[in-house]
């Protein structure tokens, strides 16, 4: 029923397969897919391309997820759902993994230049950030603000313009969805005391403080979205 794939975008590949199966009906309407850890041996995927491949489906409407429970076919509409463009269904953990390494170096060269005032508005935007724990809309454009306001410190307008477009890479449908399903208070709070660490290295002139509190900052940050729905004992 399910074939390995080889390394292509694979959680492209996986959603094609699992949807494939879902239209011919060889995978029943109401029918429990197998436990992500499972589907990850079948198709010879890593467990988070699984998790990729499964938002893209819920998006389409092919599936269900109920945290605590599992992975279920939908009805399926009468209208043909539209499929997410390989633009609009960026991987979040290739998303997260591409910001990881990027804005690790971008912390770590705005440690070398930063001065007083450049931690005045990070400090405001961390200020925002914790007032606005509950709104998620809010959060984002304070995580935004202060993620921007590090590249700032460098000021690189072209490195300005890429953070804020990887950044805005969460606001398609496929990352909102990742989001709604695992992101709440307790997480922007955890996110809000990472915050704080970087700029206290970039404060501190700390160079490789930064770069590695950014670094982990986005590795808890992946490891977050990665938690179980729950459907395994």
């Known amino acids: 029923m399910f074939v390995a794939l080889e390394p292509r975008r694979l959680h492209r590949q996986v959603a094609d397969q699992i949807r494939a199966l879902i239209e ?18 079948r198709f010879a995927v890593s467990r ?31 209208a043909v759902p539209p499929v997410l463009s390989v633009d609009e269904s960026d991987g979040p953990f290739e998303i997260l ?7 690790s170096a971008i912390a770590e060269e705005a440690a070398r230049l930063a001065n007083a005032d450049h931690i005045a508005i990070l400090d405001e935007c961390l200020r925002r950030m914790e007032s606005a724990i509950g709104d998620p809309v809010k959060m984002l454009v304070q995580d935004r603000a202060f993620h921007t306001g590090i590249t700032d410190i460098i000021g690189n307008a072209t490195l300005h313009n890429f953070t804020g477009h990887i950044f805005d890479r969460r606001m398609t449908p496929y990352f909102e969805r990742l989001a709604a399903h695992f992101e709440g208070p307790h997480t ?40 179980s729905f729950g459907e395994e004992p």
């Not at 011919?24 to 041996?41: C, F, H, S």
């Not at 809000?192 to 808890?220: V, W």
């Open 188 to 227: 922007w709070r955890a996110a809000l005391e990472e915050h704080t660490i970087i700029r206290n290295a970039i404060a501190a002139n700390d160079a490789s403080g930064a770069r590695d509190a950014m670094r982990q900052h986005l590795k808890l940050s992946q490891k977050r979205f990665s938690e």
């Open 97 to 103: 993994r591409a910001r990881s390494i990027i804005e």
């Open 24 to 41: 011919t009906g060889e995978i029943a309407l109401g029918a429990k897919l197998p436990a992500e850890r499972d589907l990850a041996e």
């Open 48 to 78: 988070p391309t699984v998790r990729e491949a499964l938002i893209v489906l819920e998006v389409e409407g092919y599936i269900q997820i109920r945290m605590g429970s599992g992975v279920y076919v939908s009805q399926r509409p009468n």
